[in-house]
């Protein structure tokens, strides 16, 4: 429906590909699979996010896809980071479009340092020690494709190290954790 609505009203529309999905019928990254080079015909793993244990509809997607950036013309730009568009250069949907580098930039105005009674106050928040370090990721826990369950858990299992406090804000596991891991839920 928002692609007819941007058809319908000759909107121009500057498509920021965070991920790989602009460019594939049914996933959001392509890891190995080559389908994006031809149209994403049969998907080699429809049991992947989003899982599907029958249905491959990738090809109605891409098709789909296609027809409507065709009809937005030259009002459809992309812009990704370098990783993104080098593969969208050469992908059945994107080749031939407007496609622009863009790296992503850091908000400094958002994120700079901090006057240190703020960070003493986030360690007292969450009872993080002053004296402990904080390796930190953010992201959800049970998404494999974050690795936090398979790597960051375990670095933190195997760690000797007690300075260490290994920090999980997006944790929505239900694992036995070590002592050197904190998990925060989503904020």
Not at 48 to 76: H, I, Q, T
Not at 113 to 137: M, S, T, W
Not at 164 to 170: E, I, S
Request: with cysteine; net charge positive; proline share 4%.
């Amino acid at each position: 429906r928002l692609w007819k609505y941007f058809v319908r009203h000759n909107t121009r529309v500057v498509y920021v590909m965070a991920d790989e999905y602009a460019m594939l019928g049914n996933c959001c990254y392509s890891y190995d699979c080559k389908q994006y080079l031809t149209g994403c015909e049969k998907c080699p793993d429809i049991r992947r996010y989003p899982k599907s244990l029958f249905f491959d509809v990738a090809a109605k997607v891409v098709g789909m896809k296609k027809r409507y950036y065709d009809l937005m013309g030259d009002r459809l730009s992309f812009v990704a980071p370098a990783i993104n568009i080098e593969k969208a250069k050469v992908s059945y949907l994107l080749r031939g479009r407007d496609l622009t580098e863009c790296n992503w930039g850091i908000d400094l105005e958002k994120y700079h340092p901090r006057d240190a009674r703020e960070v003493c106050a986030v360690r007292e928040k969450y009872g993080i020690p002053q004296d402990r370090k904080v390796v930190l990721a953010v992201g959800a826990f049970s998404d494999p494709r974050k690795g936090l369950k398979a790597h960051f858990l375990e670095c933190a299992r195997r760690t000797r190290r007690r300075d260490l406090l290994f920090v999980n804000v997006g944790y929505d596991g239900d694992e036995e954790l070590p002592e050197n891991f904190l998990p925060i839920g989503y904020v």
